[in-house]
C-alpha cells in the first residue's frame, strides 16, 4: 500500500508492506492499552495481504482486511510518524553531526534553571555528543542534582553510582596515576556499557600544571576512516576486538571479558557506536587470517584518535566545568599531570543512554 500525505512535514508517498501493517495493527486483539503488542510471533503469516483499506469516517484510522481473515486499524498520525520511505530514512541520518574542535558547545550552568535550558544542553549532547557547562557548583551533591534533570537514578558500575578521581602521587591505576591518560571510553567490557558520562571538576588547584582533557569525536574519526581506508573501516567493523577487567586481588574480585567489533553500525550503515579503551584491551581471539589485518587497522584508527587535532578538543578543567558525553561515541583522555602539591578532584557518574534518549524525546528534542 502507498500512502500520499498532504500538509506539512515530508510529503513523500510512503510504501507500507501487508505483513508490516499487519504486525503494527492497534486494534483491541493486537495491542494491549498498555501499549504492548500481542500479537503472536508464531502466529503471523509473513505471506499475508492486505485485501481492503479506507479511511474511517472521522479521517483519524486506517482500517483495513488481510488474507488471513484478521480486521484492524492504524491511527494514521502514527502511521505517517513511521513512514520508512527511504526520504525519511534518509532525513533521520543527518541528525548527528560530526564535532570537530571549533564546535564544543559549551553553556553556563545557570541556563539549567528553566525548561529551554535543560532542552539545549540535551540537544548538544545529543546531535554533538557533548556539552561542556560551566559554573556547576563544587560538591559532588551539586553534580548529582545536575544528572537527576536526566534521570533520577544512575547506571551502576563495580563501582557504584558516582565515582570519584584523585590523582595520586602513589596510584597504580591509570585513572589515578600521572601519566598520559589515552583517549578512551569507559566500561567497555561490559555488553551494556555506560551511556551518558557526567564529569565534574570539583578542584583543580592552580599549582597543578599540565592534565591537560581531550575530548575525540570517535563517530567523525570513524567516519574520516570509513572514506579515506574503508578496508580498514570494514575490518573494525567485522572482527570482534577483546575488552576486559580482570583483578583477582581487588575486595570484590573482578574478571569480565566481553568480544565485540570496535565500531558498531545499524541497518543502513550509520555508525551507532564505538568501543575504545587501550588499557581494556584483551588478547585478541579471532580467525588466524584476521589477526595481521586487524592490527593494521587497529594501529591506524588509534593514530587517528591520537592525533587528528581536527577531531580533537583540549580544555584544562577548571573547578565547577562539567562534560556531558555520550560514551558510546566520544572518547576522553587526560594528558600527562604534574600535582606539584596540589589536588585535581573530579566525580563522574553515569546515565543509560536509551533513559537519556527518552528525555531527549520528552523535552521535544529530535531523536
Ligand atoms: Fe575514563
Ligand atoms: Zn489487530
Given at each position: 500500500?502507498?500512502?500520499?500525505?498532504?500538509?506539512?512535514?515530508?510529503s513523500?508517498p510512503?510504501?507500507?508492506?501487508?505483513?508490516?501493517?499487519?504486525?503494527?495493527?492497534?486494534c483491541?486483539?493486537c495491542?494491549?492499552?498498555?501499549?504492548?503488542?500481542i500479537?503472536?510471533?508464531?502466529?503471523?503469516?509473513?505471506?499475508?495481504?492486505?485485501?481492503?483499506?479506507?479511511?474511517?469516517?472521522?479521517?483519524?484510522n486506517l482500517?483495513?482486511?488481510?488474507?488471513?481473515?484478521?480486521?484492524?486499524f492504524?491511527?494514521?498520525?502514527?502511521?505517517?510518524?513511521?513512514?520508512?520511505?527511504?526520504?525519511v530514512?534518509?532525513e533521520?541520518?543527518k541528525?548527528?553531526?560530526?564535532?570537530?574542535?571549533?564546535?564544543?558547545?559549551?553553556m553556563?550552568?545557570?541556563?539549567?534553571e528553566?525548561?529551554?535550558?535543560v532542552?539545549?544542553?540535551l540537544?548538544?549532547?545529543?546531535?554533538?555528543?557533548?556539552?561542556?557547562?560551566h559554573?556547576?557548583?563544587?560538591?559532588?551533591?551539586?553534580?548529582?542534582?545536575?544528572?537527576?534533570?536526566?534521570?533520577?537514578?544512575?547506571?551502576?558500575?563495580f563501582?557504584?553510582?558516582?565515582?570519584?578521581?584523585?590523582v595520586?602521587?602513589s596510584?597504580?591505576?591509570?585513572?589515578?596515576?600521572h601519566?598520559?591518560l589515552?583517549?578512551?571510553?569507559?566500561?567497555?567490557?561490559?555488553?551494556?556499557?555506560?551511556?551518558?558520562?557526567?564529569?565534574?571538576?570539583?578542584?583543580?588547584?592552580?599549582?597543578?600544571a599540565?592534565?591537560?582533557?581531550?575530548?575525540?569525536?570517535?563517530?567523525?574519526?570513524?567516519?574520516?576512516?570509513?572514506?579515506?581506508?574503508p578496508?580498514?573501516?570494514?575490518?573494525?567493523?567485522?572482527?570482534?576486538?577483546?575488552?576486559?577487567?580482570?583483578?583477582?586481588?581487588?575486595?570484590?574480585?573482578?574478571?569480565?571479558?566481553?568480544k565485540t567489533?570496535?565500531?558498531?553500525?545499524?541497518?543502513?550503515?550509520?555508525?551507532?557506536m564505538?568501543r575504545?579503551?587501550?588499557h581494556?584491551?584483551?588478547?585478541?581471539?579471532?580467525?588466524?587470517?584476521?589477526?595481521?589485518?586487524?592490527y593494521?587497522?587497529?594501529?591506524?584508527?588509534?593514530?587517528?584518535?591520537?592525533y587528528?587535532?581536527?577531531?580533537?578538543?583540549?580544555?584544562?578543567?577548571e573547578p565547577?566545568?562539567?562534560?556531558?558525553?555520550?560514551?558510546?561515541?566520544?572518547?576522553?583522555?587526560?594528558?600527562k599531570?604534574?600535582?606539584?602539591?596540589?589536588?585535581?578532584?573530579?566525580?563522574?557518574?553515569?546515565?543509560?543512554?536509551?533513559?537519556?534518549?527518552?528525555?531527549v524525546?520528552a523535552?521535544?528534542?529530535?531523536?
Amino acid at each position: 500500500m502507498t500512502a500520499e500525505w498532504g500538509g506539512g512535514g515530508s510529503s513523500s508517498p510512503s510504501k507500507y508492506h501487508s505483513v508490516w501493517l499487519r504486525r503494527n495493527c492497534q486494534c483491541q486483539q493486537c495491542l494491549n492499552p498498555q501499549n504492548q503488542s500481542i500479537v503472536l510471533s508464531h502466529e503471523l503469516d509473513p505471506t499475508v495481504t492486505l485485501s481492503e483499506a479506507t479511511i474511517s469516517t472521522d479521517g483519524s484510522n486506517l482500517e483495513m482486511k488481510w488474507s488471513c481473515g484478521h480486521q484492524g486499524f492504524l491511527n494514521l498520525d502514527w502511521l505517517r510518524k513511521h513512514s520508512y520511505s527511504s526520504k525519511v530514512l534518509e532525513e533521520g541520518r543527518k541528525k548527528i553531526s560530526p564535532l570537530f574542535a571549533t564546535q564544543m558547545p559549551q553553556m553556563d550552568y545557570k541556563e539549567l534553571e528553566d525548561d529551554y535550558g535543560v532542552w539545549k544542553w540535551l540537544k548538544n549532547v545529543n546531535e554533538y555528543g557533548v556539552c561542556l557547562l560551566h559554573g556547576v557548583p563544587c560538591t559532588k551533591e551539586d553534580g548529582l542534582e545536575v544528572s537527576k534533570k536526566i534521570c533520577p537514578y544512575l547506571q551502576e558500575t563495580f563501582y557504584g553510582g558516582l565515582t570519584e578521581l584523585k590523582v595520586e602521587d602513589s596510584a597504580i591505576s591509570v585513572s589515578y596515576g600521572h601519566g598520559a591518560l589515552e583517549p578512551h571510553q569507559d566500561m567497555p567490557e561490559y555488553e551494556s556499557y555506560t551511556g551518558i558520562t557526567l564529569i565534574h571538576c570539583l578542584r583543580n588547584d592552580r599549582c597543578v600544571a599540565e592534565g591537560e582533557s581531550v575530548i575525540v569525536d570517535g563517530l567523525a574519526v570513524v567516519e574520516k576512516l570509513r572514506k579515506t581506508h574503508p578496508h580498514y573501516f570494514d575490518t573494525l567493523v567485522r572482527v570482534p576486538a577483546t575488552f576486559h577487567r580482570i583483578n583477582h586481588t581487588w575486595d570484590r574480585p573482578i574478571h569480565m571479558v566481553y568480544k565485540t567489533p570496535h565500531i558498531h553500525l545499524n541497518g543502513h550503515g550509520q555508525v551507532i557506536m564505538m568501543r575504545w579503551s587501550t588499557h581494556h584491551d584483551g588478547p585478541l581471539q579471532v580467525n588466524e587470517e584476521d589477526v595481521e589485518p586487524y592490527y593494521e587497522a587497529y594501529a591506524y584508527l588509534a593514530k587517528a584518535i591520537m592525533y587528528d587535532k581536527e577531531c580533537q578538543f583540549h580544555h584544562r578543567l577548571e573547578p565547577g566545568d562539567m562534560f556531558t558525553l555520550n560514551n558510546h561515541r566520544m572518547l576522553h583522555g587526560r594528558m600527562k599531570i604534574q600535582l606539584n602539591g596540589g589536588t585535581r578532584h573530579l566525580a563522574v557518574c553515569t546515565i543509560i543512554a536509551t533513559v537519556f534518549e527518552m528525555k531527549v524525546h520528552a523535552q521535544g528534542g529530535p531523536l
